[in-house]
Structures are given as structure tokens and as C-alpha cells.
């Protein structure tokens, strides 16, 4: 019987292990993608509203994102002339390849570009 208790006890520490570095390894993924690069273009704004709800408002400094948290702030960098602003994140998409945000129309003053620009994405600090 006490054969059968060690065994359980061992089957417990490893399932518990392998759960602790399955978290463990999201969270360092999680890390490394705190930087991204891609192309951004300007939102379109059509529908009205966003995808979290919102308006859609043209002079607002929001963006759509695929994957992070609507309230995320991001700090866009136009790779081109090293203009950078920070966003918040309040739609999804782009749903083009190769692109990696959509800013608003005021955003894409604010970095100074029209059209497609190449850029790099990270997390901005919480104060901005």
C-alpha cells in the first residue's frame, strides 16, 4: 500500500511540474513578442464602430491589432523617419498579410505617412 501512495505522490509532483514550465514557457513567449515589425496602414473606419465596441473615431490615436487586449497601449515607430507615437488598441485586424496594425488617420499624421508604412511595435509603458 505504501508502494501505491509514493506513486501517486510522484504522479502528482510531475503532472504539477510539467503545468509550472508549460506556464513558464507562455509567459517567455509572451515576453518575446512584446516587439513586433510589419507594415501598417491607415484604418478605414468603416462600420462606424469598433470591434470593442467604440466608435470609431478618425482623430482618436487608437488601432487595430490582431491578438493583444483591447486597452493595450503600443508604441508605433514608422521605420522610415523615426517618427513614434503611442496607440491604444480597440479593433482587430489587419487581416492582410504582412501588416501588423491599423492606425487612424490621425495616428498616420502624427508619423507622418499615407498609404503603407514599414514599422516596429512595442509596449508602451503604462503612463505612455
Same mark, same amino acid.
Given at each position: 500500500?505504501?508502494?501505491?501512495?509514493?506513486? @501517486?505522490?510522484?504522479?502528482?509532483? @510531475?503532472?504539477?511540474?510539467?503545468?509550472?514550465?508549460?506556464? @513558464?514557457?507562455?509567459?517567455?513567449?509572451?515576453?518575446?513578442?512584446?516587439?513586433?515589425?510589419?507594415?501598417?496602414?491607415?484604418?478605414?473606419?468603416?462600420?462606424?464602430?469598433?470591434?470593442?465596441?467604440? @466608435?470609431?473615431?478618425?482623430?482618436?490615436?487608437?488601432?487595430?491589432?490582431?491578438?493583444?487586449?483591447?486597452?493595450?497601449?503600443?508604441?508605433?515607430?514608422?521605420?522610415?523617419?523615426?517618427?513614434?507615437?503611442?496607440?491604444?488598441?480597440?479593433?482587430?485586424?489587419?487581416?492582410?498579410?504582412?501588416?501588423?496594425?491599423?492606425?487612424?488617420?490621425?495616428?498616420?499624421?502624427?508619423?507622418?505617412?499615407?498609404?503603407?508604412?514599414?514599422?516596429?511595435?512595442?509596449?508602451?509603458?503604462?503612463?505612455?
Amino acid at each position: 500500500m505504501k508502494f501505491l501512495e509514493t506513486d @501517486a505522490t510522484l504522479v502528482g509532483l @510531475a503532472v504539477a511540474s510539467i503545468l509550472f514550465v508549460g506556464l @513558464a514557457s507562455t509567459a517567455t513567449a509572451a515576453q518575446q513578442r512584446q516587439e513586433e515589425s510589419g507594415i501598417a496602414a491607415i484604418h478605414s473606419g468603416k462600420g462606424g464602430k469598433t470591434t470593442s465596441g467604440e @466608435a470609431f473615431k478618425p482623430e482618436s490615436m487608437t488601432a487595430a491589432h490582431r491578438s493583444l487586449p483591447f486597452g493595450t497601449m503600443v508604441r508605433v515607430t514608422n521605420n522610415q523617419n523615426g517618427r513614434s507615437i503611442v496607440v491604444r488598441i480597440n479593433d482587430r485586424g489587419p487581416f492582410t498579410r504582412g501588416r501588423v496594425i491599423d492606425v487612424t488617420p490621425a495616428a498616420a499624421r502624427a508619423l507622418g505617412f499615407s498609404g503603407l508604412v514599414p514599422v516596429k511595435l512595442s509596449l508602451a509603458a503604462p503612463d505612455g
